[in-house]
């Protein structure tokens, strides 16, 4: 999915770190790609695809974004072969919400203005209209945004304020 933003590779870095450490997302859920690109509406654009090398990392009873319980844990297809799954859609929803914390001008998916159906052009386009899309499913676990530290030996370290 691509990400229009104002933050900074490390800060889109950090905003997985953040939800990670707040037990959010799975903590061996990565960013399987990671493009930096141009963006015609903001500093930085970023296509971005999330996923793990371990299909079964989410929690005990995990359920879908429907409340089914999953089956299989982790939807793996279009790969070209590597062992990786892609990560669930509430892991996509945290790093979402994460990055509108940090930005609130940020917009995901692509842009209506050069879509030839604007209607299909999907993603996100305001924190308003995420949470509009989601039911506010992202909202209980966001706090005004500050980035993590990490320590010289790679530990995150959360600020005190």
């Not at 691509?2 to 450490?21: G, I, S």
């Amino acid at each position: 999915m691509k990400l229009h933003t104002n933050l900074t590779e490390t800060q889109v870095y950090e905003a997985l770190q953040w939800a990670k450490h707040k037990n959010l997302i799975t903590r061996d859920v990565h960013f399987t790609v990671f493009t930096p690109g141009p963006s015609m509406t903001h500093p930085h654009g970023y296509e971005i695809q999330l996923g793990t090398y371990d299909q079964d990392s989410l929690p005990a009873g995990y359920t879908d974004q429907n409340g089914y319980k999953l089956r299989v844990r982790r939807y793996r297809g279009g790969n070209r072969g590597d062992a990786r799954w892609a990560a669930t859609w509430h892991e996509w929803g945290w790093l979402i919400a994460e990055i509108f914390a940090a930005d609130p001008n940020a917009r995901w998916g692509a842009n209506p203005a050069r879509c030839a159906r604007p209607e299909y052009a999907g993603g996100y386009s305001s924190p308003d209209d995420f949470h509009a899309k989601t039911d506010g499913q992202f909202q209980a676990h966001l706090q005004s945004w500050t980035p993590p530290v990490f320590t010289a030996g790679g530990n995150l370290a959360i600020p005190t304020s």
